[in-house]
């Protein structure tokens, strides 16, 4: 909704039959050209969306076929855990591997600071133990050490 107003304060009726024809026809296409720029920004989100859509499923397939591919589980661990590196611009990705009858946690694929390292296997708890009685997922943002300590109480 919108208005467009013309004033002339140096007569009255200043405008006529005319002035009001062109003043409308105006108008009109303000609000065609309006509601196109609209539809426009509206046709590239959606775009863009669908952009994005693509590209994670392309990243999808590509971990499908890497683990059709593979029969050995080290080589299932590496290429997800490069897949996800790579989708995640991170440095610093492990996946762990619980098992709780022995109470120990094992790290198939641990990249620090973008190198690869193999550590020993832990005693499970701090995160490990957090995530996997509460079956919740985990983001930490921020206070990694706040979060720890946390943890550690549990």
Do not use: W
């Not at 002339?8 to 720029?37: D, F, P, Q, V, W």
């Not at 969306?49 to 029969?71: D, F, H, M, P, Y």
């Not at 996946?95 to 690869?116: A, Q, T, W």
């Amino acid at each position: 909704m919108g208005a467009i107003g013309v004033e002339n304060y140096e007569r009255e009726n200043a405008y006529g039959e005319s002035e009001l024809r062109l003043l409308t026809t105006i108008a009109a296409s303000l609000g065609t050209a309006l509601e196109n720029a609209r539809l426009f920004d509206e046709t590239q989100r959606l775009l863009k969306e669908t952009e994005q859509r693509a590209a994670e499923l392309a990243i999808i397939n590509s971990v499908q076929e890497g683990l059709a591919s593979k029969l050995d589980m080290q080589a299932i661990y590496e290429l997800i855990g490069e897949k996800l590196s790579e989708v995640l611009h991170t440095h610093d990705i492990d996946i762990r591997l619980f098992d709780i009858p022995n109470n120990r946690v094992f790290f198939p694929y641990v990249k620090d600071n973008g190198k690869r390292i193999t550590p020993e296997p832990g005693a499970f708890g701090g995160m490990s133990k957090y995530v996997y009685e509460t079956k919740q997922m985990l983001v930490v943002n921020e206070d990694l050490s706040g979060f720890m300590r946390k943890c550690l109480k549990t």
